[in-house]
């Protein structure tokens, strides 16, 4: 699969297979993510793969409830996290995207590590899709609790995460804005 097929395929699945995912799959997607470009390659990315039943049950009790409409509803990724076979788990060093080596910020961002940390997790989505796997990247999710419950350290926060293993529907294509509407010339707004 071409990597713009697998940017055009790639979908959020909520739904998955009970399938192993075997250790050669998981570490093409986790090479694929350590490739991805990083602050001054500072890389401050690390990774835990969860394939324990109880701790991913205890993750999936992280997901927060998310406003759909006037409802707040069950994250709609919280089955999905119990059903994959494997929990990648995005968590970063805090203090050094960013930043020079006296601790100042080079930038009003501040911590660079969720820009990231999104580049790498999603070179593993695209990585997972074009060998047939599934993911869907959480980040509405305690992300404290999270942290107990993984054993991460301070100086180390918990990112985000996704469930991989074989997708068990096709996910749905949620519509994109029209290019027009969000591509400017010259200076914002100028279309
Ligand atoms: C930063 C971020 C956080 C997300 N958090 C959640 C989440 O907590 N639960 C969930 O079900 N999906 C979550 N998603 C998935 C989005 O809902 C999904 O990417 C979007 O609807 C587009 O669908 P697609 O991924 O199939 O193209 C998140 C995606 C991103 C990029």
Redesign the pocket.
């Known amino acids: 699969m071409d990597v713009f097929e697998a940017i055009k395929s ?5 739904k998955y297979k009970p399938d192993p995912v075997s250790d050669d799959d998981l570490q093409k997607v986790l090479e694929a993510a350590h490739w991805a470009p990083s602050w001054a390659n500072t890389q401050c990315w690390r990774f835990i793969v969860v394939r324990s039943p109880e701790i991913k049950q205890k993750v999936a009790g992280t ?2 409830r ?1 406003q759909i409409g006037d409802d707040f509803l069950k ?4 089955e ?1 996290i119990r059903q994959a076979p494997v929990l990648i788990v995005a968590c970063a060093q805090t203090g050094i995207a960013g930043y020079n080596r006296d601790g100042t910020p080079v930038t009003d961002k501040d911590d660079w590590l969720l820009f990231d940390v ?1 580049l790498a997790v999603q070179n593993l ?1 695209l990585a997972a899709c074009a060998l047939g796997m599934g993911t ?6 305690d992300a404290k609790k999270a942290a107990e419950i993984l054993d991460v350290p301070d100086g180390c926060a918990v990112v ?1 995460m996704t469930p991989l293993g074989y997708p068990d529907h096709t ?4 519509p ?1 804005k029209a290019l027009g509407d969000i591509v400017y010339k010259d200076t914002f707004g100028k279309s």
């Not at 869907?136 to 999710?141: C, E, P, Q, S």
């Not at 996910?171 to 949620?174: A, K, L, S, V, Y």
């Open positions: 790639r979908r959020s699945i909520r997901l927060n998310v994250n709609a990724a919280t999905a999104a989505t869907v990247i959480v980040g509405a999710f985000t996910g749905q294509i949620p994109r």
